[in-house]
């Protein structure tokens, strides 16, 4: 049975013998990678000459890259992909391209090629930032880029956003990363600390996003409700929640499309705090982040 597969993955025998997966023409394989996805291509370029040829083909990694690709080549140094092939792009693309001093970084999905988006808290504006007793920064494994805003007592809760970037034509959803309480680690172990936890179960939270071409969406929350779990069965408390803001459609990648996003709770009847923010991701409606 193995010798049997073995051959099949060579050419056929000179003595006549049937024919092998490597007497397909190479052109005829990359039109079959042409509907396959980057993971695949790579496994099948193993089989033979010929697959792993088509499989190199800057034809058939063309067609994994979005339309506007070269954007995203554009905020990095040009020595960084000059003479690069278009599957060596792929790959230095699905890598986070970061941007904005590091505070965005913007990848490609491995799986489909489209296009993904991270933004730190360090490029929101924060209400009472620079007033410690209020907020500070602290670092964090658990972040993406190393770092959260921690919110430790506040009465106006306010951070907001703008990302202008040349989206490709997709639907997109945004959401907030956030986590009750604060991490730590002690002995070597994952600890919560809820010591500034409170006032998030006495009003919801409120978050809004719109674009520059009049798109406008608002959604409400409790970020602290012990006895229920978000949608996706992920208890709130000591775990980190993604809340969806809304979604915005791009029809086209000129103009550009800006993106304003916030979050508040700004009921000034009662303080609130112990919340740990982290980012803004920006992903296709009905992708399935692999990251």
């Known amino acids: 049975m193995g010798a049997s597969l073995s051959n099949l993955t060579e050419n056929g025998s000179p003595n ?11 052109n005829c394989v990359a039109c079959v990678f042409m509907y396959l996805t980057p993971p695949e291509i790579c496994n099948l370029a193993r089989l ?4 792993r040829g ?31 092939s278009k599957k060596d792009i792929f790959a230095l693309l699905a890598r986070s391209v970061p941007f904005d001093d590091g505070n965005k970084e913007v990848w490609l999905d491995r799986i489909s090629g489209r296009i993904c988006m ?13 007033d410690r007793r209020h907020w500070n920064w602290f670092p964090t494994e658990e972040s993406r880029f190393h770092v959260v805003a921690y919110c430790q007592q506040v009465w ?5 956003g703008t990302v202008t970037f040349p989206f490709p034509p997709d639907v997109y959803t945004l959401t907030f990363r956030v986590h009750l309480g604060k991490i730590s680690k002690r002995l070597g172990r994952r600890a919560c ?30 970020l602290d409700d012990i006895g229920q779990d978000d949608a996706n069965g992920n208890i709130k408390r000591g775990s980190w929640i993604e809340y969806k803001v809304g979604e915005f459609i791009v029809n086209t990648s ?13 009921d000034c009847t009662h303080s609130k705090g112990g919340l740990c923010v982290d980012s803004v991701t920006i992903t296709p409606s009905d992708l399935k982040v692999h990251r």
């Not at 991270?118 to 620079?130: D, F, R």
């Open 16 to 26: 006549g013998g049937p024919p092998g997966l490597g007497d397909i023409p190479e």
């Open 254 to 266: 000129e103009p550009v499309t800006e993106v304003r996003f916030s979050m508040k709770q700004i």
């Open 193 to 222: 600390n809820f010591e500034h936890t409170h006032g998030w179960d006495l009003g919801p939270v409120r978050y809004e996003l719109s674009t520059s071409d009049g798109q406008h969406a608002v959604s409400e929350c409790f």
């Open 156 to 160: 106006w809760f306010e951070l907001s």
């Open 118 to 130: 991270s933004i730190s808290s360090k490029a929101m504006l924060i209400t009472n930032m620079e």
């Open 48 to 51: 033979n000459r010929a697959f």
């Open 54 to 84: 088509a499989a190199s083909s800057d034809a058939v990694w063309e067609s994994k890259l979005p339309c506007n690709y070269h954007h995203l080549l554009d905020l990095l140094p040009q020595q960084n992909y000059d003479g690069l």
